[in-house]
């Protein structure tokens, strides 16, 4: 009954951060190409990592990730891209986005938080690192909803596990699962009860590069998304029920 109860407080405390226009998610990642999918709801886009031409990402991650974002969400929310990846390139051993420095994620999140975001979509696997903590923290205190892949090396414990912990309740990891909700072998799984932790498709995955072309994607990268837009679309449902209850 734990995890209900974390719902129902995660519902509840982040309804007043809800504004009466479209919600509001950051795409805090490599960036996001401006495709015909995503024309109207990418609203804008920053680079806390560089001074890089807005909507031309190295990588196709980030548009991905966006792309399955605004489907799930049914193109009911505005997004806007912070952009972290290291202007360097990753190396071989690296998947993108990959940043070795924590200054521009923690810029990143304050910025986020500066523009008054309803959701930050974290589709990346965050080094324990106070700054980034303590950023997260401040978001998940000015009632922003924080989502994080729960990380693809098939261990017994999460990725991200001290920002969830850091930001309960209103920080939830995601696990992948397969189109049938079988747990996808490389998920890293969850060994606690002190966090949220949900589980949504990140096998096969539909959605779009920053070229346009159709592919699928597979992690827990996108099934973040996924977790994100259902929340941002309950919590908006709900703020709009309370108002509702309100005027009678």
């Known amino acids: 009954m734990r995890w209900l109860m974390s719902l129902l407080m995660l519902l509840t405390a982040a309804v007043p951060a809800l504004a009466a226009d479209r919600p509001l998610v950051a795409v805090v990642d490599s960036g996001v190409a401006r495709t015909p999918q995503l024309e109207g709801v990418l609203v804008g886009e920053f680079d806390m990592a560089g001074e890089r031409p807005a909507f031309q990402p190295r990588y196709d991650h980030g548009t991905m990730v966006a792309t399955i974002l605004d489907r799930e969400a049914r193109g009911a929310v505005d997004i806007v891209s912070i952009r972290i990846d290291d202007p360097a390139g990753c190396p071989p051993d690296r998947a993108p986005p990959c940043q070795p420095s924590s200054r521009p994620i923690v810029a990143a999140i304050d910025k986020a938080v500066a523009l008054g975001v309803d959701a930050i979509n974290l589709s990346l696997c ?3 690192d106070r700054a980034i903590t ?11 909803l924080v989502v994080m892949a729960a990380g693809n090396a098939g261990r017994d414990h999460p990725d991200n596990l001290d ?13 992948a699962t397969d189109r049938d909700g079988n747990h996808w072998d490389g998920t890293n799984r969850p060994d606690g009860d002190d966090y949220l932790y949900v589980w949504r498709q990140g096998v096969d995955v539909p959605t779009v590069t920053a070229r ?11 099934a973040a998304p996924i977790e994100t837009a259902r929340r941002v679309l309950s919590l908006r449902a ?6 509702e209850s309100g005027t009678h």
Do not use: H, K
Request: net charge positive; hydrophobic share 50%; charged share 20%.
């Open 238 to 243: 709900l703020a709009s029920l309370s108002a």
């Open 134 to 144: 303590e950023a997260v923290r401040r978001a998940a205190n000015r009632g922003i």
């Open 126 to 128: 965050l080094a324990n």
């Open 212 to 222: 346009g072309e159709r592919v699928f994607g597979t992690g827990t990268s996108f």
């Open 163 to 175: 920002m969830a912990r850091a930001a309960y309740p209103r920080a939830v990891l995601v696990g």
